[in-house]
């Protein structure tokens, strides 16, 4: 599929593409032939119009036990005392119940980044991965977390000194990857503040931004920039590849299509999300996945708010 992308970008021929996280699944389709139970909007672009909330709704999560949690944090803080990994993003399945269906929760919710897949899974996204314009490519990592509310919550989670540690260690991790698929390479921000609603409450989250030069000629090669920067940064952690395999025998489930990537081409430019703040479908059940990221200053309690946190409808 990687390069069923490079043909079609040589042709200028506008696709949207999933990538699930561990790159096994890949679903790529000519926007003119787009099935239609697939909806996204990227920014400004969608394939839908936006339908109000008109009735009340629930959610109920029932989240990982704090101990089971916790074991989880010991095992990482291990890896990264043996040296394996410095920064490892954590995730669970957590089950949730709502009165609304898939479908509703997608069209209801308000997100930068948001895709529907077949009645499958939907994601409601806050974290542009990469933007490709005018031969420059753009990426976003999004590391570190804070209920708005807080007293003084901009200068908490900018003067936290876990917090810095493990997003700076994300941006230079972003650096590298840019560096493997274009050239003079500039962090442009460093550290800066995005508001975002998680049902009744806001969080702040910090991001940065990263840039490098392509070739004029990237068009003929999108599937083979895709996949030398997949999976993104900002949902494995450092080193990419070892932490991956840490990733994979502390987790007790799949992840999927969670925290993959999809994005649209549209012949001139290539905008693209993470897939975080993620509901899954299986067998009519609900299933909400979330995590963080996990450094050896981390604390099991705060980190378990966090995932709790993350677990909400944007309505």
Request: hydrophobic letters at 35%; glycine letters at 4%; proline letters at 4%.
């Amino acid at each position: 599929m990687f390069e069923y992308m490079n043909s079609l970008g040589s042709a200028k021929k506008p696709f949207l593409f999933v990538i699930s996280y561990d790159k096994q699944e890949v679903f790529v389709q000519e926007l003119d032939k787009l099935d239609s139970d697939i909806y996204y909007k990227l920014q400004s672009k969608r394939n839908y119009p936006r339908k109000p909330i008109n009735q009340s709704y629930y959610l109920h999560k029932s989240p990982i036990d704090y101990t089971t949690y916790k074991n989880s944090i010991e095992l990482v803080k291990e890896q990264i005392k043996d040296g394996n990994t410095y920064l490892l993003n954590l995730t669970f399945k957590t089950p949730i119940e709502s009165n609304l269906t898939l479908l509703e929760i997608f069209r209801y919710s308000r997100a930068k980044y948001k895709l529907y897949f077949k009645d499958k899974f939907i994601c409601f996204s806050p974290e542009r991965f990469v933007l490709i314009e005018d031969n420059t490519i753009s990426t976003y990592p999004m590391k570190g977390t804070i209920d708005a509310s807080l007293p003084n919550a901009k200068e908490q989670i900018l003067n936290d000194t876990k917090e810095m540690a493990e997003h700076t260690m994300i941006v230079d991790l972003m650096r590298n990857d840019l560096g493997i698929v274009g050239n003079t390479i500039r962090v442009e921000k460093f550290r800066y503040i995005d508001k975002i609603k998680a049902g009744k409450k806001e969080l702040l989250q910090v991001s940065s931004k990263i840039t490098a030069k392509l070739s004029p000629f990237w068009h003929n090669h999108i599937g083979d920039i895709l996949d030398s920067i997949t999976p993104a940064g900002s949902i494995t952690g450092t080193p990419k590849k070892k932490t991956v395999e840490i990733i994979d025998s502390i987790e007790d489930y799949d992840r999927e299509f969670y925290t993959g990537v999809f994005g649209i081409y549209d012949g001139v430019s290539l905008d693209s999300a993470v897939m975080i703040r993620f509901i899954q479908k299986d067998d009519d059940k609900l299933y909400y996945k979330s995590g963080g990221g996990i450094t050896i200053d981390s604390t099991p309690q705060s980190e378990y708010e966090e995932l709790i946190d993350k677990i909400y409808l944007p309505i």
